[in-house]
């Protein structure tokens, strides 16, 4: 397995505004990588970074040994990133099946595998985006990431909001993807217990930088840094 993303001294933020200090981190092919943090601490300023949609004052981001620094978002989709924002952005007056295919890209994924991990999305298939639950639109914005067969996934807060059977539902489909498919993924969670048992890394951020970095196994063993940086002791 070779490096996948490599980000090393990044300093980002919005405007002359710096969020992100000197933020390391890599992945292996086939990691999941588990982004926890406290509100406010910079995750989805990270991920928003990755995709091209912030200011990068410092630092780089390689990706399979493409430096993306001066790559424009639509570039850096182009090549590998997917990304599913954390307002999920689908398209409402879309159907689902529609939404599916508009952006479809020959590989692995395609609508039909979507359909079979998120069988929800199949009953829907004819409706419009706008007519969704929020838990099917998440597994919709999830699929139609999918099917541009990128090589890292990016999913900021996917949990965020869904009753809890329909957070089970999603996981399962992502559990799918970071075990099965051979697929890396940065994950953002609130929650350490849901994320960590389907991660392979686990990195926490507090103000902007990175203070935690190990696999998701040592970090389930270790309350107090749960505690600590979480506020939660699982
Ligand atoms: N568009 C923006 N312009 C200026 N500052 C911003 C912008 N978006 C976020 N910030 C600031 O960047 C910091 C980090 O926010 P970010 O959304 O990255 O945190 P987060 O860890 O993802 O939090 P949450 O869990 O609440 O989504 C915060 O201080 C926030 O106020």
């Given amino acids: 397995m070779g490096k996948l993303l490599d980000v090393e001294n990044l300093d980002a933020g919005y405007g002359e505004a710096v969020v992100l200090r000197d933020v390391s981190l890599s992945i292996e092919a086939g990691e999941t990588l588990a982004l926890l943090g406290r509100n ?22 390689t990706l399979s040994g493409t430096l993306l620094n001066k790559l424009s978002p639509h570039e850096r989709a182009a090549g590998g990133i997917g990304w599913v924002p954390q307002e999920r952005n689908i398209f409402k007056s879309l159907t689902v099946h529609e939404n599916l295919t508009a952006v479809a890209r020959p590989g692995n994924w395609n609508p039909e595998r979507i359909y ?13 985006g706008s007519q969704l639950s929020g838990g099917e639109q998440q597994m919709l914005a999830v699929g139609r990431a999918l099917v541009l067969n ?21 996981l399962r489909g992502v559990r799918h993807i970071t075990r099965n498919e051979g697929l890396s993924a940065i994950i953002v969670e609130q929650h350490p217990h849901l994320i960590l048992p389907i991660s392979d890394r686990a990195v ?31």
């Avoid at 930088?209 to 505690?227: C, F, K, M, W, Y």
Wanted: charged share 25%; proline share 6%; aromatic share 2%.
């Fill in 40 to 61: 406010g601490t910079g995750k989805t300023t990270l991920i928003n970074t990755l995709v091209g949609v912030t200011r990068q004052h410092k630092g780089s981001i």
């Fill in 150 to 170: 990128p090589s890292l996934l990016l999913l900021d807060e996917p949990t965020e909001g869904l009753a809890p059977i329909i957070v089970e539902e999603l």
């Fill in 204 to 234: 926490v951020l507090d103000r902007g930088a990175v203070v935690h970095n190990s696999t998701a196994q040592e970090l389930r063993g270790q309350p107090e840094i749960l505690d600590r940086l979480l506020g939660v002791a699982r």
């Fill in 116 to 128: 079979e991990m998120f069988p929800r999305l199949a009953e829907r298939k004819t409706n419009m």
